[in-house]
């Protein structure tokens, strides 16, 4: 189905499964209990920084996991992206359309010259050479350093790009929604289910970007099982063996660059859509580390972990850093005095502006004991409950033999 073998057709179902439900499953709890209160995540703003970043990594992904180059600019992709939506916002209108193809675009000529210059280096010089064109754009971006030889904006310094009512807007109708919408169909609207104690929002914001998260997630599957993801792995393997075989590695690892920066340019572009005002800050070192820790935490290389890494260090940034020690008392009220204070003395450093402390510890168990990710933690699993089925059939059929067997 869809070009995909059984086993890839069932993990696409799943991811489709996973996005279609989220609002669902993320609201476990009723909204007014203590547990929802302090870990529900199924609020739109939230959602839809899981489904785009994690469409960010599986771009990624297939430049770092296919063919081993460490990129720690790929923030800048995002950056340019976001500039190029809100810029067509500002031109032309709140449709997010243009807004989307031309932060795609603008995404996928920065990679092209970026990546032919920073390709001719392997290795951790190829992660410097990114991370040096990141932090000179990131650099130029903040000062406005290009608004200020035109004279003019472009992206507004430390202040950040957004959309004013003067803005000229030349596509703008008259009865056309004033936030981003796709032909009307405004982003930020949302519909609202009440079951009980519990509260489920669908939002159409959401929903558009977990779509454009379900593409790219189909993508990148047929570009891992098609002749050039095994080409990258090859190179990966050994890249000088395959240039003494007489063949150019240099177009298809240019070839991955450019698609994951793209992936990049559509993330921003995205982000965005979610809310036209952007920032230099997306573009700093420390958001394309970020990329690199959702990918390694996920599993490198996988299909699925990249979107797990991703929603994992999201929840923990939007979720275990607004518990504060008051929610922590209301978690132990029940306990006596001295047994609350004491587990919220031990709790408090790993919550709140702590959360970096617990996402530390989670990366540092991932590392230590689950090189292959969080993916891998699944496959044991998977794999423990498989030995158990097949010792319980062979004791059966033991069992059964014995049974049968007649006696002398």
């Known amino acids: ?61 297939i430049l770092f996991g296919l063919t081993g180059y460490l990129s720690f600019g790929h923030a800048a992709f ?50 410097i050479l990114t991370l040096a064109f990141a932090q000179m754009m990131y650099s130029i971006a903040y000062s406005d350093l290009v608004g200020k030889m035109l004279g003019t904006v472009i992206t507004n310094g430390e202040t950040g790009l957004q959309v004013y009512n003067d803005d000229p807007q030349y596509l703008q109708g008259e009865n056309a929604p004033n936030v981003p919408h796709l032909f009307g169909l ?29 593409l790219g997630f189909y993508l990148s599957i047929r570009i891992f099982r098609s002749p050039m993801g095994m080409m990258l792995r090859a190179i990966k393997s050994n890249q000088t063996r395959m240039n003494y075989t007489g063949l150019n590695t240099k177009p298809y690892m240019l070839a991955a660059f450019v698609i994951s920066g793209m992936y990049a340019g559509l993330a921003g572009g995205l982000l965005a859509a979610m809310d036209p005002l952007t920032g230099a800050e997306r573009m700093f070192w420390t958001a394309s580390g970020e990329i690199v820790v959702m990918a390694i935490l996920g599993g490198v290389g996988t299909l699925v972990g990249p979107v797990l890494g991703a929603g994992v260090i999201k929840y923990l940034e939007n979720i275990v850093s607004k518990i504060n020690s008051d929610i922590l008392h209301g978690w132990f009220a029940f306990m006596p005095e001295w047994l609350d204070n004491l587990l919220v003395n031990i709790l408090y450093p790993f919550v709140g502006k702590g959360w970096h402390l617990t996402l530390g510890v989670v990366f540092m168990a991932v590392v230590i004991f689950l090189p292959g990710g969080l993916m891998q933690l699944g496959e044991k699993i998977g ?26």
């Open 1 to 61: 189905m869809l070009g995909l073998n059984s086993r890839d057709f069932k993990l696409f179902l799943f991811v489709v499964a996973l996005c279609l439900l989220a609002p669902i499953l993320l609201n476990p709890f009723p909204v007014a209990s203590t547990l929802g209160e302090s870990f529900n995540a199924g609020y739109p703003a939230l959602m839809q920084r899981f489904v785009i970043f994690g469409l960010l990594v599986i771009g990624f992904n």
């Open 78 to 127: 995002l950056g340019v992206g976001s500039f190029a939506a809100v810029w067509m916002f500002k031109l032309l209108s709140y449709n997010i359309v243009p807004a989307i193809i031309l932060s795609v675009i603008v995404a996928g000529l920065f990679s092209v010259v970026i990546g032919y210059v920073a390709l001719r280096r392997s290795g951790i010089y190829f992660s």
């Open 186 to 214: 405004e982003m930020n609207s949302a519909f609202t289910w009440e079951v009980g104690g519990w509260e489920f929002i669908f939002q159409n914001g959401y929903y558009l970007s977990a779509l454009f998260m379900i």
């Open 383 to 408: 794999g423990a409950f498989r030995r158990r089925d097949r010792k319980s059939a062979d004791a059966e059929a033991a069992a059964a033999k014995q049974r049968n067997t007649p006696a002398e």
